[in-house]
């Protein structure tokens, strides 16, 4: 069992830079791979970032290509998303999840987190 809690949401303003983090319990952590995913008022949940265990390899979406990097410290049970040149349609809930085969599909992750709010104004 892994609990997720996502910190380090809010309001900023567009072009500016914020960081998220997701602390994890659990022993087990860096077994699994983690990915970022948002949803957006009215929309669907669409995948952001993702790692595997070791933090050898990342992936994005195209979306965020080039302004986001996710990364992970096993030490610290902790999985980051750093965010910068931020738009309007950056705006959204985000939530972390951890799962063993992790990716770009959320039905390849087992937990989430409750999600953290960013807002971002033009």
């Known amino acids: 069992q892994v609990q997720l809690v996502e910190s380090g949401g809010g309001l900023v303003q567009a072009g500016g830079s914020l960081r998220l983090s997701c602390a994890a319990s659990?022993?087990?952590?860096?077994?699994?791979?983690m990915g970022w995913f948002r949803q957006a008022p009215g929309k669907e949940r669409d995948f952001v970032a993702a790692?595997?265990?070791?933090?050898?390899?990342?992936y994005y979406a195209d979306s965020v290509k080039g302004r986001f990097t996710i990364s992970r410290d096993n030490a610290k049970n902790t999985v980051y998303l750093q965010m910068n040149s931020l738009k309007p349609e950056d705006t959204a809930v985000y939530y972390c999840?951890?799962?063993?085969?992790?990716?770009?599909?959320?039905?390849?992750?087992?937990?989430w987190g409750q999600g953290t709010q960013v807002t971002v104004s033009s």
């Open positions: 999840a951890a799962g063993r085969v992790g990716g770009r599909f959320d039905y390849n992750y087992n937990y």
């Open positions: 790692i595997i265990w070791t933090g050898a390899s990342t």
């Open positions: 659990g022993r087990t952590f860096s077994s699994y791979a």
